[in-house]
């Protein structure tokens, strides 16, 4: 057996696409229309994820307005919101580069997916020869569409909190239905529930225990057989080429974060300054036996975030070091991040979006290529 490789899930999508995204927006094309360029998209993304030898792929997520939002509206402008929600709810995140994401605003109940993922899972079966992964988003992103403060009028907060796991939940198993052979849950509010950014209070509320144990609510109703290929992906965010929370300690939230009983983690690490600390941390902190399953960590070897493509040498030895703090047998590899988790994202620093998915292709050639050096090296 050698080390396992995973994608965390999106790419760029193709100007082209954006561009229909915004005409969708403006009236200009129907929901067929835009539904065609993201067919076309979402196939070209799996044949050239193929072409690498991607042993799991995706359809680079291009039928979702974002990874987060995918479930309750159609595009990032809010058209085609769910029921019970408006526009503006709390930041989901402000970047470094000063942009921020707004998540929509929960109004009443009940609350409903309109959308679930293996809607993607079975478009992505028919056109893929690899087997499918998904990615999902957790139920403690979404718990943010409730006020902060306050109630609603006739629907509890724990309410909402009940239908929002039972929504996740049934996302997760219709994933695996449709075929899905892993899903992995998206999990990048985990890092910046420490930030204590005052423009944006919920992260100034201690959050990341009430996170996990809303996680481990939905998580805890799988099977150990399950969890072995439900995972939980950490970043300090990725959206147009820039992050939401690389300066706040890692330690806490990796000293929390295998709590969660999932069977194996995505773990940003190639852009952090000291990846030995961050490898000893996972190495220290992740659980041979997570309530019946062993916790394999993904560590990160590429980033997303730069056109500068790392080299297999370079994967190689991050992973060999990373085997002196993590048990072999628990170690594979990923990406730091997806390649582009919201819809509109012109990736700046890479010049274009179509110039970054050629991009996104070479790195996780070197990623595979690193991982089968590495697995030669250890004698794995
Ligand atoms: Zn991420």
Redesign the pocket.
């Known amino acids: 057996m050698s080390i396992p490789t995973e994608l965390?899930g999106s790419l760029p999508r193709p100007m082209k696409l954006q561009e229909a995204y915004e005409d969708y927006d403006q009236g200009k094309i129907d929901f067929g229309q835009l539904q065609a360029e993201q067919d076309k998209a979402a196939e070209d993304s799996i044949r050239r994820l193929e072409e690498t030898g991607e042993p799991t792929v995706t359809d680079g997520e291009q039928r979702e307005s974002s990874f987060a939002t995918y479930p309750i509206t159609d595009t990032l402008a809010g058209t085609g919101l769910a029921d019970n929600l408006a526009g503006d709810g709390q930041y989901f995140a402000i970047f470094d580069d000063g942009h921020h994401r707004q998540l929509p605003r929960l109004t009443g109940g009940p609350f409903r997916y309109k959308t679930f993922a293996s809607e993607f899972v079975e478009k992505n079966k028919q056109i893929a020869s690899h087997p499918v992964k998904q990615a999902v988003i957790a139920p403690s992103m979404l718990m943010l569409l409730h006020p902060l403060e306050g109630e609603i009028p006739d629907y509890s907060r724990e309410q909402f909190l009940s239908d929002l796991c039972d929504e996740c939940e049934k996302d997760i198993r219709q994933c695996f239905a449709a075929g899905a052979v892993r899903v992995s849950i998206?999990f990048?509010e985990g890092r910046l529930a420490n930030k204590n950014d005052s423009r944006n209070p919920w992260t100034g509320k201690d959050m990341l225990d009430d996170f996990i144990e809303l996680n481990n609510r939905v998580i805890d109703r799988f099977s150990a057989e399950e969890r072995k290929n439900i995972g939980i992906?950490t970043?300090p965010?990725?959206d147009c080429d820039s992050v939401h929370s690389k300066e706040v300690p890692y330690e806490k939230l990796l000293t929390k974060m295998f709590n969660i009983n999932a069977g194996y983690f995505l773990i940003?690490c190639s852009s952090e300054e000291d990846k030995e600390k961050v490898y000893k941390l996972c190495g220290e902190n992740s659980r041979e036996d997570a309530n019946g399953v062993p916790q394999v960590c993904f560590m990160g070897v590429i980033n997303p975030l730069t056109p500068e493509v790392e080299t297999a040498e370079q994967v190689k030895n991050d992973l060999v070091t990373a085997a002196k703090y993590i048990p072999v047998e628990r170690l594979g590899a990923t990406d730091d991040?997806?390649f582009s988790?919201f819809s509109r994202d012109e990736k700046p620093k890479h010049g274009s979006p179509d110039f970054a998915r050629d991009v996104a292709m070479q790195k996780i050639s070197a990623r595979l290529e690193g991982a089968r050096l590495a697995s030669e090296e250890l004698g794995v």
């Open positions: 965390v998206d990048t992906h970043c965010g990725g940003q991040c997806g988790p």
